[in-house]
């Protein structure tokens, strides 16, 4: 079974704070993404990676980056949180570029 | 603009009554198309994927399948435990990343 682990299932974060969300994938999938999830807007996919150090923005990367150090692991950075980054945030992985995503449990991130 | 449309918004069930979800999609050259299911506050599960017109997909209770531009999600007799939102996706353009619905919440009741 492909697993997907995110570092924690709920943050709270203030104004300000650089914020770090790590996910891992066990099943050796060269591609890697992060989205968030927010009511009535669905996913939004904000940075993806199809190799290690390798990334490419997605539709909402604005005030986020990413690092991809290792194939198993992907980590989303907010560089300076804001209360607009509220969200449940979600890791996923696939074996090919458009192929099916197996996505982490996400991380409902609060910034006050 | 690449897109996918799921219909309805929300879907209320008694227990045993059948019905579909709708997901059209409107990028040319279809390459595949999944369907998840998502509990509340959990990541999207993986339920199925469908490459070719005509082709169906089964899992307990339900059914995928596809024609050319549109896909159907096929619940036969619900029950509770069946209640979530259901997402479809599909590839962008360009190949590069997932275009996800915005999903169809079901609520099956007793």
Known sequence: DVKVTQSSRYLVKRTGEKVFLECVQDMDHENMFWYRQDPGLGLRLIYFSYDVKMKEKGDIPEGYSVSREKKERFSLILESASTNQTSMYLCASSKTREGEQYFGPGTRLTVT | ?110
């Open chain 2, 1 to 110: 603009e690449d897109q996918v449309t799921q219909s309805p918004e929300a879907l209320r069930l008694q227990e045993g009554e059948s019905s579909s979800l709708n997901c059209s999609y409107t990028v040319s050259g279809l390459r595949g198309l999944f369907w998840y299911r998502q509990d509340p506050g959990k990541g999207p599960e993986f339920l199925f994927t469908l490459y070719s017109a005509g082709e169906e997909k089964e899992k307990e209770r339900l059914k995928a399948t596809l024609t050319k531009k549109e896909s159907f999600l096929h619940i036969t007799a619900p029950k509770p435990e069946d209640s979530a939102t259901y997402l479809c996706a599909g590839p962008n353009q360009a190949g590069t990343a997932l275009i996800f619905g915005k999903g169809t919440t079901l609520s099956v009741s007793s």
